[in-house]
């Protein structure tokens, strides 16, 4: 659902650094050079920064820092994810607006990002710090064909994309998950997954997909409350990252692991989710509702479900809770 404008934006990306002139682009897009320079000109407006060599026509140096959906699309793979895509530069939560657009017939895939969210929220309505311009605060709707109790696994299938797409792109960053929804590197959060769904008792008709990363924040970005327990991508990488190609790296594999989950079920995820966990094997403490649960995190089951060894040997099962290392 790219708008001519970003077409040209996506045009000039995939060029790679060779000039394009008006007149070519005019005949690509059956519009006037006119045309495409208006638009360029509004892109010159948003940030991008165009050079004009003589004869030849223009590069694009220079790209603003935001996660336009032309940018993210350069970097798309994928067959459903992200092929529409709703971009907001505020907004209240990707989540809000999710249910609203997944009600509306959103097609599977739709992406809903923002540059900031004044209501993030996580579990519980809690609050997620979504700070402007410096962290990927998205939404993503998909339509599998699933029932309700299997949605909880998502969770687990996303977390596993995420931190697969992390250590693709940077190699000095260790992720790890906490089991369900959390990612940590160095044990500090920098991820959180909030799987919400729409359904009837026997289907689901959308799973709404948030993901909250903080990708550029500096330490003195964070609030207060949260300077002992948050960290950034770039903190633990030391240098600015590009969101966009981040964000199209994580719908990359997620659709990829989405497929898996629903061909083969959750036992190859559980493999994935096992080698990128940070949980298993370690003391953990359990709050869930109903009680708080001290002992060994010994594993998951087939269905994503958490094992606790307790000191009197005894295992119980946990399906949410917060978790203390
Ligand atoms: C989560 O909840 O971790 C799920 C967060 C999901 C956020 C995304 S952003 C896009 C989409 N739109 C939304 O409105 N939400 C989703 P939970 O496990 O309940 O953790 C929440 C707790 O994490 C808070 O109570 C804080 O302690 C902490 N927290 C809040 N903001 C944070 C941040 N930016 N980084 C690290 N920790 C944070």
């Given amino acids: 659902n790219l708008t001519l404008k970003d077409e040209i934006l996506k045009r000039f990306l995939s060029a790679n650094g060779e000039p394009l002139s008006g007149q070519q682009l005019g005949e690509e897009f059956g519009i006037s050079r006119t045309a495409i320079w208006k638009h360029m000109q509004t892109l010159q407006d948003e940030g991008y920064t165009f050079d004009t060599i003589k004869k030849k026509g223009y590069v694009l140096v220079a790209t603003p820092d935001r996660v336009d959906p032309a940018r993210i699309s350069n970097y798309l793979a994928t067959n459903r994810l992200g092929q529409s895509i709703h971009y907001f530069e505020d907004c209240t939560s990707t989540q809000t607006i999710g249910h609203e657009l997944a009600r509306n017939e959103a097609v599977d895939?739709?992406?809903?990002?923002?540059?900031?969210?004044?209501?993030?929220?996580?579990?519980?309505?809690?609050?997620?710090?979504?700070?402007?311009?410096?962290?990927?605060?998205?939404?993503?709707?998909?339509?599998?064909n699933v029932l309700p109790h299997q949605a909880p696994q998502f969770t687990l299938v996303v977390a596993v994309a995420v931190v697969n797409a992390i250590k693709s792109l940077y190699k000095h960053i260790h992720p790890e998950i906490k089991w369900p929804n959390d990612i940590l590197i160095n044990g500090k959060k920098c991820t959180g997954i909030l799987t919400e769904m729409i359904a009837e008792i026997d289907q689901v008709q959308a799973l709404l997909i948030g993901i909250g990363i903080n990708v550029n924040q500096q330490s003195s970005d964070f609030p207060e409350e949260l300077q002992n327990t948050a960290t950034s991508l770039s903190i633990e990488e030391n240098e600015s990252l590009d969101r966009a190609i981040l964000i199209a790296t994580i719908l990359n594999y997620l659709e990829k692991y989405t497929d898996l989950y629903v061909q083969h079920g959750f036992s190859p995820i559980k493999i994935l989710w096992e080698e990128a966990s940070g949980t298993i094997g370690k003391r953990i403490r359990a709050t869930t509702l109903r009680e708080v649960i001290e002992g060994l995190a010994i594993g998951i089951t087939e269905d994503g479900i958490l094992e606790i060894q307790l000191d009197n040997g005894e295992i119980k099962r946990v399906y949410s809770a917060d978790i203390e290392l």
């Fill in 109 to 144: 895939g739709t992406v809903i990002i923002a540059e900031s969210q004044s209501k993030g929220k996580g579990r519980m309505a809690r609050h997620w710090e979504s700070t402007k311009g410096k962290g990927i605060w998205m939404t993503v709707i998909i339509r599998p």
